[in-house]
């Protein structure tokens, strides 16, 4: 008699189940730290900006003077939409995620924000995530 060789349905259905079960975990962490990273582009952003209203200050004494050249952006990869609430003394930089980019999926971090003074915050699920 010949012994059949090979494997049933049922077993491939499991073994199939099996990694479609470990597959969905591996990507769920996947796409968790893809966010996390793509945040580091809004973190730069904002320093860039930063920057440009200090020099605006230092060079006439403003943030918000007129011979500034500072305006609303996206960020490089156009993750992060940057604006700025300016006055003479003061200035808050925010980035939002910009809809329908892989950022606006991020519940743990939904905006970051830095102020003149260097304080550096966000609005989220886990603020401490931000920065």
């Not at 892989?102 to 304080?119: E, F, G, H, K």
């Amino acid at each position: 008699m010949k012994k059949n060789e090979g494997f049933t349905l049922i077993e491939l259905a499991i073994v199939v189940a099996i990694i479609g079960i470990l597959s969905s975990f591996a990507f769920g962490f996947f796409g968790d730290n893809v966010i996390a990273s793509n945040r580091t582009e809004g973190r730069a952003a904002l320093q860039t900006a930063s920057a440009t209203l200090e020099k605006c200050r230092s060079l006439y004494g403003s943030y918000n003077h007129a011979n500034c050249s500072y305006a609303d952006f996206n960020s490089e990869n156009n993750y992060y939409a940057i604006s700025a609430a300016r006055t003479a003394t003061t200035f808050t930089l925010t980035a939002t995620p910009v809809t329908g980019q892989p950022q606006a999926n991020d519940t743990y971090c939904t905006s970051l924000t830095l102020t003149n003074t260097s304080v550096k915050s966000g609005t989220g699920s886990d603020i401490t995530e931000c920065w």
